[in-house]
């Protein structure tokens, strides 16, 4: 049973109706573009075809009361008294979004719901980023403002930041807001102009789930910032995005060694991720496939994130026939790579990965051969998102 069957057939028991409302928001993969959405740089997601799934019905008073069927618990809170988060729980992220909505004069209603997902949590593919857009659709369905992606992700970004105390940049909550079907995302994380890109033609994106999670990996995340930031003011630049090599290559002997390879991954992945935009516009599979090799070395060696897990699982796509190229895709330290593969032979290239990888590491790998899909929308009943 899909996700959706599963939070309608749940609803219809719990309440005895059908939802009002049913809504989605998608995870996402990262194509190209890593650790550059916080020096106000390019990322190129894409949203998957795995979300969360949001079955509804509005209140007559100001409160929320959900249920989790991959947590099989009940929360409540009112919208008038929104409890601050202690250890971080699901509801936290549905508090947060009220909080932050809230904030910038949106007037919210109740609603009771039923909350179901199939992306991973922890994998890095943005399972937090869905919940939140899930959420404030499910708040715009049964309150009285206009749905426009791009506040709706910058209401969810600053509840991750300022009410979850999660310090992530915008990319997640923009592609799971603004995804397109069968289309890539660039997205210029200071203007959040985004532009789309079709995948090269008979390519598909494989995504490889280590099986292995990030753990608390927040100082590390942290030191690599605040590197980034420092080695910004050095330059006399707002962020890392107003350096181009060329620029670092006269300049980046003034930092100290660990400053240099940071800033040095952080100048180099833009200038990848506006050539994969050059590449996907022609069609150029084998282009594009070299830069996401690029970009997993530059992770590795120079920023540092990968692990020996990620290490092996692109090593492994990247020695098949049908692989374009792989790269770790997240924070790093644990979670997916994501590979470009052939179409017709996408199913037995993550099947051969899976073997090769499970063999060397004892790891059990998940692969998905995904799609590209639709930003936060309502699916039932059916609207314009």
């Not at 390879?261 to 070299?290: C, F, P, Y």
């Not at 930003?375 to 314009?384: H, L, Q, Y």
Request: net charge negative; glycine share 8%; proline share 4%.
């Amino acid at each position: 049973m899909s996700p959706q069957e599963k939070v309608r057939a749940r609803f219809e028991a719990e309440f005895g109706e059908s939802p009002a409302f049913i809504v989605r928001a998608p995870g996402r993969v990262n194509l190209i573009g890593e650790h550059t959405d916080y020096n106000d740089g390019f990322v190129f997601p894409m949203a998957i075809d795995r979300a969360t799934w949001i079955a509804l019905r509005p209140r007559a008073d100001k409160r929320v009361s959900a249920i989790s069927l991959d947590m099989d618990e009940r929360r409540e809170f009112a919208l008038d008294d929104l409890p601050r988060p202690g250890k971080l729980r699901w509801i936290d992220y549905l508090i947060g979004v009220a909080w932050s909505l809230g904030e910038r004069g949106y007037a919210l209603n109740g609603w009771d719901g039923v909350i179901s997902g199939d992306v991973p949590i922890g994998s890095g593919l943005s399972s937090s980023a869905a919940l939140e857009l899930a959420a404030a659709r499910a708040f715009y369905e049964v309150s009285d403002f206009d749905w426009d992606a791009r506040a709706m992700a910058l209401a969810c970004q600053a509840a991750e930041n300022n009410w979850l105390s999660v310090n992530c940049g915008i990319m997640d909550q923009m592609i799971s807001a603004a995804g397109v079907a069968d289309r890539a995302l660039l997205i210029d994380c200071r203007s959040l102009a985004t532009r789309t890109a079709p995948l090269p033609p008979g390519t598909a994106v494989v995504i490889l789930d280590t099986g292995t999670r990030r753990g608390l990996v927040d100082s590390e995340y942290n030191e690599r910032r605040a590197r980034c930031e420092a080695a910004a003011r050095h330059f006399g630049v707002a962020a890392l995005r107003d350096i181009d090599l060329a620029e670092f290559e006269r300049r980046g002997h003034e930092l100290d060694e660990v400053s240099r390879r940071r800033a040095r991954h952080v100048i180099s992945e833009n200038e990848r991720a506006l050539q994969a935009r050059d590449a996907m516009k022609a069609g150029d599979a084998g282009t594009l496939g070299r830069l996401m090799i690029e970009s997993h070395i530059s992770l590795r060696d120079d920023f540092e994130v990968s692990s020996p897990a990620l290490d092996a699982i692109v090593a492994g796509a990247n020695a098949e026939a049908a692989c374009y190229g792989a790269r770790m895709t997240g924070a790093g330290f644990g979670g997916c790579a994501v590979a470009l593969a052939r179409t017709e032979a996408a199913d037995t290239f993550g099947e051969r990965v899976a073997a090769k990888y499970r063999a060397e590491t004892g790891y059990e790998p998940a692969i998905y051969v995904t799609r590209a899909s639709r930003g936060a929308e309502t699916v039932f009943p059916a609207s314009i998102p």
